[in-house]
């Protein structure tokens, strides 16, 4: 674990030695504050999801990759911060969801770069065909069980990680595996429609040269006010990269 983290959980969905997902890692900082740092390797310190302690969410573009960008004069945005919400707002009722990442098992690929540290790494067993992993990342009040977890009732969940921040509340990272339905299928042909329409969005991210993994990052908000990020390939989107 870095010096200067009390707490990192690094997970990938498949295997070494075959088609895989980017390296995940959910971390929280050695400091009073309770802040949770979501990051994919894919992206390359490009963007990053901060969960504050005041329970402020925010998907933002990194400060490095904001100055890269307007030293090229490539900096289109007022804010580096793409989206913000309050992800304790369900907190009252002991717990609360505050992201997701969908991982569809038809978006792994085969990566020739090694991965940093595997023994530091959780691997996660793909999704069957025609189902997505979804990594859940939930905050509680109290903790569960010995050897339970939230959303353990669910079908094809399981734990990956979990902690006690200085606030007080619980840290879980949860896997669970859900059959890709035509709703979901949609959501992923939209999204990519709007890289490939040169969504304003994504006007300043470019197609290659900063990822380590074959992979895109795109994400959403759903009709309950939460959010998302799916990882899908790149190869999808643009073509050979």
Known sequence: MEKNMAFKCRFVVGSPSSARSSIWSVSVAKNPKSDVYVTSGSLG??????????????VSFTREFQQS????????FESRHRDTWN???????????????????????HVSEPV???????????????????IA????????????????????SSLVATTLLANGLYLWV??????????????????????????????????????????FILGDSESDGSRFLMEVALDTIFGAV
């Open 87 to 109: 992800f304790l707002h369900d907190l009252n009722k002991g717990w609360s969801l505050a992201l997701r990442i969908w991982i569809p098992r038809s978006e792994l690929r």
């Open 137 to 156: 990342i939930i905050f509680t009040v109290k903790p569960v069980r010995e050897g339970e977890w939230p959303a353990q009732d669910s079908m094809r």
């Open 69 to 76: 960008q307007t030293e090229k004069n490539d900096w289109p």
């Open 116 to 134: 940093p540290m595997p023994d530091d790494v959780t691997w996660l067993h793909p999704a069957p065909d025609g189902f997505f992993t979804e």
């Open 45 to 58: 310190g490009t963007f990053k999801v901060s969960l504050q302690q005041s329970g402020d969410g925010n």
């Open 174 to 215: 949860v896997s669970v595996e859900h059959i890709v339905g035509q709703g979901i299928l949609e959501r992923i042909e939209q999204l990519r429609n709007c890289v490939m329409g040169n969504h304003p969005e994504f006007s300043t991210v470019p197609k290659s040269g900063f990822t380590s993994t074959p992979h």
